[in-house]
């Protein structure tokens, strides 16, 4: 039978990964900047505090994907269907 241990580190690491993409794509088009010089957010200047934090979200999906597939790597070492 299986648990909620042997799928966590793959429910885990799927949200993490879902959460971190999210994150990158909302700031790589900045819906909330405008900018005098162009019509369009995303041609605007980043800011510092936004590629910061935009810089962690692409390591947070990247440490959600690998946690993601060492938990399917497990979950399916383990037989469990």
């Given amino acids: 039978m299986p648990t909620t ?3 966590l580190p793959l429910i885990l690491g799927g949200a993490l990964a879902a959460v971190g993409a999210t994150v990158t794509v909302l700031y ?11 019509d369009s957010p ?7 505090g936004d ?8 390591v947070v999906t990247v ?19």
């Fill in 42 to 48: 995303a041609a605007c200047a980043m800011l510092t």
């Fill in 63 to 81: 440490v959600g994907v690998i946690l993601a597939l060492a938990g399917a790597h497990r979950w399916w070492r383990s037989g469990v269907r």
């Fill in 28 to 38: 790589l088009f900045q819906p909330w900047r405008s900018c005098p010089y162009d």
């Fill in 51 to 58: 590629a910061v934090v935009m810089c962690a979200a692409m």
């Fill in 5 to 7: 241990r042997t799928h």
